[in-house]
T-cell receptor
Framework: NAGVTQTPKFQVLKTGQSMTLQCAQD?????MSWYRQDPGMGLRLIHYSVGAGITDQGEVPNGYNVSRSTTEDFPLRLLSAAPSQTSVYFC???????????????FGPGTRLTVL | GDSVTQMEGPVTLSEEAFLTINCTYTATGYPSLFWYVQYPGEGLQLLLKATKADDKGSNKGFEATYRKETTSFHLEKGSVQVSDSAVYFC??????????FGKGTMLLVSP
């Protein structure tokens, strides 16, 4: 099993450009999510999905879109990149949802994005 | 609102020293508590977890006890190694599907 994979590892964009960060998992996990990590801010939830066709907003959703057409994939789209979106982006998955169990979240290796 | 407060780093220790990283949380209900570790250039990995009051999570020599009365989950290790150098995140599950993370504490261990 590859676990959680993210592409690309690094990306540089100009302000106003759009792009899609890819996330894929082969663990058949229902729950997938996107976080951004900024110095001194910890991890903040952008969007999450509890299954194919179902998505919801997290703490910092503005400027990002998501969709979940399959169980395996959960792409994150930047519509019009801004310097404030310079960050490290992590995709995470967990098996269960809708219950307060300590299911482990599995994180991808991250995508480091710079917006000039 | 829900939040996690961790001690600010970096924490700098010599090898074999005792480690404590403080973590307190503000949450409704009775969350499960986690410590995640991030090694340089990598994603986060679950280090340990505890699901109810007085539970002790442990892994790789690290321990943390769920203290409901003080809403704390402090991370400890008796003898750190250079390979423990990483960023450590305290977190809890806020709601059924999300985790709330602290800002992270960098640990630097020198030989």
């Amino acid at each position: 099993n590859a676990g959680v994979t993210q592409t690309p590892k690094f990306q540089v964009l100009k302000t106003g450009q759009s792009m899609t960060l890819q996330c894929a998992q082969d663990m058949n996990h229902e729950y997938m999510s996107w976080y951004r990590q900024d110095p001194g801010m910890g991890l903040r939830l952008i969007h999450y999905s509890v299954g194919a066709g179902i998505t919801d907003q997290g703490e910092v959703p503005n400027g990002y879109n998501v969709s979940r057409s399959t169980t395996e994939d959960f792409p994150l789209r930047l519509l019009s990149a801004a310097p404030s979106q310079t960050s490290v982006y992590f995709c995470a998955t967990r098996k269960g949802w809708g219950q307060p169990l300590p299911d482990t979240q599995y994180f991808g290796p991250g995508t480091r994005l710079t917006v000039l | 609102g829900d939040s996690v407060t961790q001690m600010e780093g970096p924490v700098t220790l010599s090898e074999e020293a005792f480690l404590t990283i403080n973590c307190t949380y503000t949450a409704t209900g009775y969350p499960s508590l986690f410590w995640y570790v991030q090694y340089p250039g990598e994603g986060l990995q679950l280090l340990l977890k505890a699901t109810k009051a007085d539970d002790k999570g442990s892994n790789k020599g690290f321990e943390a006890t769920y203290r409901k009365e003080t809403t704390s989950f402090h991370l400890e290790k008796g003898s750190v190694q250079v390979s423990d150098s990483a960023v450590y995140f305290c977190a809890f599950n806020s709601g059924y599907s999300t985790l709330t993370f602290g800002k992270g504490t960098m640990l630097l261990v020198s030989p």
